[in-house]
């Protein structure tokens, strides 16, 4: 199983950025996936979780902001970030949930800075 993240970038406070999180390897609809993310010397956190039915969850810090979705047919999982903040800066990764987890991604880069 392999896990693509992609979509970062540098953004400006205020700008969006949409990420994308590939799986290939295995059918991913059948798992609830999550979006990571981990700034240097910090633990991974969970930023938004979608199950296999749709439902979703988010992290306070991003509640309203950002909104997680998934294309089955496409064996991709989103998320669609508007109103950046430069705390929002970290390496942003995919995985399902819950654990055990597929070896991790190397991530997307995702900088909120002017």
């Known amino acids: 199983v392999q896990l693509q993240a992609s979509g970062g970038g540098l953004v400006q406070p205020g700008g969006s950025l949409r990420l994308s999180c590939k799986a290939s390897?295995?059918?991913?609809?059948?798992?609830?996936v999550t979006w990571f993310r981990q700034v240097p010397g910090s633990t991974r956190a969970a930023v938004a979780t979608?199950?296999?039915?749709?439902?979703?969850n988010y992290a306070d810090s991003v509640k309203g902001r950002f909104t997680i979705s998934r294309d089955n047919a496409k064996n991709t999982v989103y998320l669609l970030m508007n109103s950046l903040k430069p705390e929002d800066t970290a390496v942003y990764y995919c995985n399902r949930s819950p654990p055990p987890y597929y070896t991790w991604g190397q991530g997307t880069l995702v900088t909120v800075s002017s």
């Open positions: 390897g295995m059918v991913f609809s059948i798992n609830a």
């Open positions: 979608i199950t296999s039915g749709g439902s979703t």
